[in-house]
């Protein structure tokens, strides 16, 4: 999967980046190196879902699917 992230030079220095796909999905970095490692933390944070916390009924379906 690839998805496209906007990265920005922060003005006290570093950088910050958000991710326009996953609305509040966003970190930064000191380095251009931290940054990308913070923005792959980031995304999986971003996309896991506890569904526990969801109410599903008997005619739900769990399902996971590769994009």
Same mark, same amino acid.
């Given at each position: 999967m690839k998805i496209? !992230? +906007? *990265?920005? @030079?922060? @003005?006290? /220095?570093g950088y910050w980046a958000e !991710?326009?796909?996953i609305? /509040?999905?966003a970190?930064? /970095?000191e380095t251009?190196? @931290?940054l990308l490692q913070n923005l792959y933390e980031a995304i999986e944070g971003c996309?896991? !879902?506890d +569904? @526990?916390? *969801?109410? *599903?009924t008997d005619k739900d379906r769990?399902?996971? +699917?590769a994009i």
């Open positions: 496209k !992230v +906007i *990265i920005h @030079e922060a @003005e006290e /220095g !991710v326009p796909s609305p /509040g999905c970190t930064q /970095g251009f190196e @931290e996309l896991s !879902v +569904i @526990e916390s *969801i109410d *599903i769990i399902m996971e +699917i």
